[in-house]
């Protein structure tokens, strides 16, 4: 393959990747972003200041004495931190000799953002690529997979419908058995490890920026809804680092899995797939929130309309520079992700001592059809309208859907696993009942450093 593939340790640390490969993936970003050099921008480095990505929540917005700190994942490419785990998955299966180049496709099922990053990693590594996902998703997402150089299928529903994707999958590994190749990221670990190492290691080293800047010590919690569950595996490297602190769930009101077994549909794309992934430890959860898909909404219209953003700066005193990164940092998960963080430091009783650190997955330029819908349902907004969700929303968030990772709790989530995994996906009981000894996910993370050595070995 002359794609030369960057390691875990070169997502971590961009500047340990060759100095030539550096520089050449640096231009290209703005010059030629199809380039398979761009493979090496993905990291959580802003690229403008070469900072990590990220965003401290002005108190004015969030109504909490806790330091709520946002990861910004607009700057990857495709514009969400999705293509990581895309990469990874794609990376450790052609390392391990399971998938080649010309020979097969890879198959990405999605319900959007993983979809995307699979679109554009596969053609950059000389992959054909499709991606299954739910004909209710938003039309920028489709959009963009075409854009990349990938095809699609669309199946029935909405964001919750994954079991729809899932037979599809089986249909095409049937039906064309030596071309096909299924990259899970409900179940391929390469979606666990990137976040575990490449995000989970990146908070780590902003924490000491954030002690310095802010006074602050150490990380009190790490909340991300779930959709793979691949992103919440940072929260296992950040227990590692700060013992205390705590990992939250997230999933809808609309659909509360892991909440009290329920389904339905919802409208926070990315999240709330309707059953517990196989990469998700479950049984390291502190806590699980619900939030209302519709909050979500009409915060992301609040942030992204020229109305709000106005409303931020004059009735609540947000700098205009912090409004304006807000406008571009937020779409509807990481708005969920936000209002989870604000349920926790009321949850918890946080003080000003204390930093949550959550996810903005992507912006809302793949949402602005959804926007437009939310204006003829509700009309367009107004001054009123938002300081109303502002204040409603934010400021007096409820700290109800709200569980605490009792032993019970956490043992109940897992057991969830057995429908979807065991009786449909073909796992064993053997190996369900094995991922609840602690090593086991020890030894998945350990694996880090052998991939590391087999994707240099590429390069001769």
Request: net charge negative; proline share 5%.
């Amino acid at each position: 393959m002359s794609v030369i593939f960057p390691t875990f340790d070169e997502m971590l640390h961009p500047h340990r990747a060759p100095a030539d490969l550096r520089a050449a993936a640096d231009a290209a970003r703005s010059s030629d972003p199809l380039s398979p050099l761009n493979l090496f921008n993905i990291h959580w480095l802003n690229p403008r200041t070469g900072e990590i990505n990220h965003l401290v929540m002005p108190a004015e917005v969030t109504g909490v004495d806790a330091t709520i700190v946002v990861m910004v994942a607009k700057d990857f490419p495709t514009g969400s931190h999705k293509v990581g785990p895309a990469y990874s998955v794609l990376a450790e299966h052609y390392v391990l000799g399971k998938i080649e180049p010309g020979k097969h496709t890879l198959v990405f099922p999605s319900t959007g953002n993983y979809g995307i990053g699979g679109a554009w990693v596969g053609p950059r590594a000389g992959f054909r690529s499709m991606v299954i996902l739910p004909e209710g998703m938003s039309r920028e997402r489709f959009e963009m997979i075409e854009h990349y150089g990938a095809t699609y299928i669309k199946t029935f529903g909405s964001e919750s419908n994954v079991k729809e994707i899932y037979d599809e999958c089986k249909r095409l590994a049937r039906e064309q058995p030596e071309s096909i190749r299924i990259l899970n990221q409900f179940s391929e670990m390469g979606n666990y490890r990137f976040h575990y190492y490449v995000t989970g290691n990146t908070i780590v080293e902003l924490e000491r920026t954030l002690s310095a800047r802010l006074g602050t010590r150490g990380i009190s919690a790490f909340c991300s809804a779930m959709g793979s569950a691949g992103t919440i595996a940072a929260g296992d490297r950040l227990k590692q680092v700060f013992p205390h602190c705590k990992v939250i769930g997230l999933e809808p009101v609309q659909c509360p899995t892991l909440y009290n077994n329920g389904y339905g549909s919802h409208e926070i794309q990315g999240i709330g797939d309707k059953h517990v992934t196989w990469i998700h430890h479950v049984t390291n959860m502190d806590g699980l929130a619900c939030i209302d898909d519709m909050e979500a909404l009409k915060i992301t219209q609040v942030f992204t309309d020229p109305v709000g953003i106005e409303t931020l700066i004059r009735h609540f005193g947000v700098k205009e520079s912090d409004a304006t990164a807000i406008a571009e940092t937020f779409g509807i998960s990481g708005v969920c992700n936000l209002i989870g963080a604000i349920k926790t430091a009321k949850h918890f009783s946080f003080t000003s001592r204390d930093v949550i650190v959550t996810v903005a997955t992507d912006n809302n330029e793949r949402y602005r059809s959804v926007m437009q819908w939310m204006n003829q349902r509700y009309g367009p907004l107004t001054e009123a309208e938002a300081i109303c969700r502002i204040r409603s929303i934010l400021h007096h968030q409820k700290t109800d859907w709200y569980q605490d990772g009792t032993p019970d709790n956490r043992r109940r989530w897992h057991n969830l696993k057995y429908y979807t995994w065991v009786e449909q996906q073909g796992k064993t009981v053997e190996e369900l009942n094995a991922q609840l000894d602690p090593e086991w996910w020890l030894g998945e993370q350990a694996k880090v450093t052998e991939l590391n050595h087999k994707i240099e070995s590429l390069r001769g």
